[in-house]
């Protein structure tokens, strides 16, 4: 039996701050598109945040950024053996990402993977 969650929200945003003790999530300047000076360019830092339900068990999530237009992936961000204790509540996932790097303008897009399917992808833009 293939295991797939339902998506509910995949965002993306310049920070995401975890409270301490109730570990409620705010996310900071949400964002679609990444407008830039030159290329090749670094992005410093950017949040990704995933919510999802309707799984049990013991995972590994995979954080995949992907170049549409090259048809290629660029890197991979990985958090293995994450349990998620009861399938009918949300569950959320946060990468923080460091010095993103893009060669071009154009289209690109986050994956999300529960060991090795997709269940959801984001796409945004790098602008010049």
Not at 17 to 38: A, W
Not at 54 to 69: A, P, Q, R, S, Y
Not at 85 to 102: A, G, H, T, Y
Not at 109 to 126: A, L, P
């Amino acid at each position: 039996m293939e295991i797939k969650p339902i998506l509910k929200a995949m965002l993306l945003c310049d920070q995401t701050l975890v409270e301490e003790g109730t570990h409620k999530r705010t996310l900071i300047g949400l964002f679609d598109r990444i407008k830039v000076s030159q290329m090749p360019t670094v992005h410093p830092s950017m949040s990704v945040y995933v919510q999802f339900r309707e799984i049990e068990g013991v995972f590994d999530f995979t954080l995949e950024l992907f170049d549409i237009e090259q048809n290629k992936s660029l890197n991979r961000a990985v958090i293995k053996q994450y349990k998620v204790q009861d399938r009918s509540r949300d569950c959320e996932l946060v990468f923080n990402l460091m010095s993103v790097r893009f060669e071009h303008e154009g289209e690109y897009e986050f994956r999300i993977y529960v060991n090795e399917g997709i269940f959801g992808q984001k796409s945004f833009k790098v602008l010049k």
